[in-house]
DNA sequence: AAACTTATTTGATTACTGTCAAATTAAAAT
DNA sequence: ATTTTAATTTGACAGTAATCAAATAAGTTT
């Protein structure tokens, strides 16, 4: 019994450490009355592992993270390459014309699209994306027409045989498309089968189609295939792809641009 | 005992940015309420935060510091009885089975109650919302299938013919609605005539309707009708309503909780 | 303009903090 | 084993921070 309330500055000191992991904040007050010492004595070692970057003092008590550098609730997906994929949304944005109708595939590339088109440019867009469609409500003079269907959540967008019905009642000037891998020989590919069924009626329906897709998805191959090479106009991408990808793919008539 | 109810700066700024993310916007009397704490407290804690650009203040409470959001119309209702809102969401979800088909309406009450569907139940959602299809991402035991048409940015849904043809293959549970205006003469209301028409649809489609809907919506009327109140299965609301209006409801044969 | 809601300021109250010298404990030296 | 030395812990105290109720000021709504 008394033995176990004896604990040198060591065990204390693993005590907090193990409580406020466990409990996220602990209290000056409790840990005296748990570990039989004066306050002193806590607020003395609480300044010590604080010292330590191991927790962070706050009046009364301390906590395990600092509660005012607070997880800015960033997309960590969307972090990645964010400022080539800004730049290719950028470039895309500069392509279109007033009173444009056009078809925005889903991915975060072409988030970045949306959010750099020109305020006040009067566009039609159709997209299956949600967050895309969220996106373009800040913009007064587009319309925003969503596609139906199944929710795919890691997406967040849909898919099936309703959004490609509606689909079949338009026609675009040009589709947006993102893509998660593209193959010299294979051809533009995702990783679901479905999307990959939605994305080539999309091309089907518009006159042209120009694929936002920065240069580490070059090589790659998804589940399900889109279309070849031959369906596509142009890709926006970033200055890490090769000479010799260029080459080929403006061999096969597509016009690369490099931002 | 009364130590753990006590919560000190930290954890109190930890929940109040916890809730701003969850909620887009808190107000400070909910807040005074919900951690027990005089308003001056919430409003320097409010401070506080706004100077480490955590939030954004505004006229009696806070908002996210998100600059895609500029969807100032639902914000602004978001504002109006959110302790109330959520507790007709939490109600609602308790209605909820295995396996229902159900219809979710647009509207900042049916936000609170897919909300509060609980975790792990099977479930397939149909909806109009887009920010409601959202919300139900992190649900995998929900499958959701998002309606399209013509984006309505003040309420983030969509409207149309292709949304009401969806509907026609489908035959539902239960309808979740929220509506601007309750009338007991002229019936259901809200502010969108195409909007309207798509709840009405939805009305025809689905076994049940249940609305949602503060009790600031009595008495209001709208510019769209949606049906009379002989279609209404049952209404849930707050404690704000008047027996008069209740004994009205009962006497057409609607069912009447109140939260 | 009045009625209402939300903000800010003030002063009192309570709780928490750091610092001190004194007391206790542990370790080292005799 | 006993004394000396160093480290740790403690209780006391003055200063600081947090909170609230009440009064006043500033917006908002009607």
Same mark, same amino acid.
């Given at each position: 019994?008394?033995?176990?309330?004896?604990? !040198?500055l060591?065990?204390?000191?693993? =005590?907090?450490?193990? &409580?406020i992991q &466990?409990? %996220?904040?602990?209290?000056? @007050?409790e840990?005296?009355?748990?570990?039989?010492?004066?306050? @002193? *004595?806590? &607020?003395?070692?609480?300044?010590?592992?604080?010292?330590? !970057?191991l +927790?962070?003092?706050?009046? #009364?008590?301390?906590?395990?993270?600092?509660?005012?550098?607070?997880? &800015?609730p @960033?997309n960590?997906?969307e972090?990645?390459?964010? *400022?080539?994929?800004?730049?290719?949304g950028?470039? $895309?944005a500069?392509?279109l014309?007033?009173n444009?109708?056009?078809?925005?595939?889903?991915?975060t590339?072409?988030?970045?699209?949306?959010?750099?088109?020109?305020?006040?440019?009067?566009?039609?867009?159709? *997209?299956?994306a +949600?967050?895309?469609?969220?996106?373009?409500?800040?913009?007064? $003079?587009?319309?925003?027409?969503?596609?139906g269907?199944l929710?795919?959540?890691?997406?967040?967008?849909?898919?099936?045989?309703?959004?490609?019905?509606?689909?079949q009642?338009?026609?675009?000037?040009?589709? =947006?498309?993102?893509?998660?891998?593209?193959?010299l020989?294979?051809g533009?590919? *995702?990783t !679901? $089968?479905?999307?990959?069924?939605?994305?080539?009626?999309?091309i089907?329906?518009?006159?042209?189609?120009?694929v936002?897709?920065?240069?580490?998805?070059? #090589?790659?191959?998804? =589940?399900?295939?889109i279309? #070849? +090479?031959?369906?596509?106009? %142009?890709?926006?991408?970033?200055?890490?792809?090769s000479?010799?990808?260029?080459?080929? +793919?403006e061999?096969?008539? @597509?016009?690369?641009?490099?931002?």
């Amino acid at each position: 019994m008394t033995k176990d309330n004896m604990m !040198n500055l060591a065990e204390r000191h693993q =005590f907090i450490l193990n &409580r406020i992991q &466990r409990d %996220q904040y602990i209290n000056v @007050v409790e840990l005296c009355k748990e570990l039989k010492v004066s306050s @002193v *004595t806590i &607020r003395k070692d609480l300044k010590l592992l604080e010292e330590k !970057n191991l +927790l962070f003092r706050t009046h #009364g008590g301390a906590t395990v993270n600092n509660p005012y550098t607070v997880d &800015r609730p @960033v997309n960590e997906k969307e972090k990645i390459q964010s *400022t080539e994929k800004n730049k290719i949304g950028v470039a $895309a944005a500069k392509l279109l014309k007033e009173n444009d109708s056009i078809v925005v595939a889903s991915g975060t590339t072409l988030l970045y699209f949306v959010r750099n088109i020109p305020p006040g440019l009067n566009l039609t867009v159709v *997209t299956s994306a +949600l967050n895309i469609a969220l996106e373009l409500m800040g913009e007064p $003079a587009v319309e925003v027409i969503q596609l139906g269907g199944l929710l795919r959540k890691s997406s967040s967008s849909v898919m099936g045989a309703y959004a490609e019905q509606v689909l079949q009642d338009f026609y675009f000037n040009t589709l =947006f498309l993102g893509v998660d891998g593209i193959d010299l020989d294979y051809g533009l590919t *995702t990783t !679901n $089968a479905m999307e990959a069924h939605l994305n080539r009626k999309m091309i089907n329906v518009s006159q042209k189609t120009i694929v936002l897709a920065d240069s580490t998805k070059f #090589g790659k191959r998804g =589940f399900g295939k889109i279309c #070849g +090479l031959e369906d596509v106009d %142009q890709i926006i991408t970033d200055k890490g792809i090769s000479q010799q990808i260029v080459n080929h +793919l403006e061999g096969l008539g @597509v016009t690369v641009t490099i931002v």
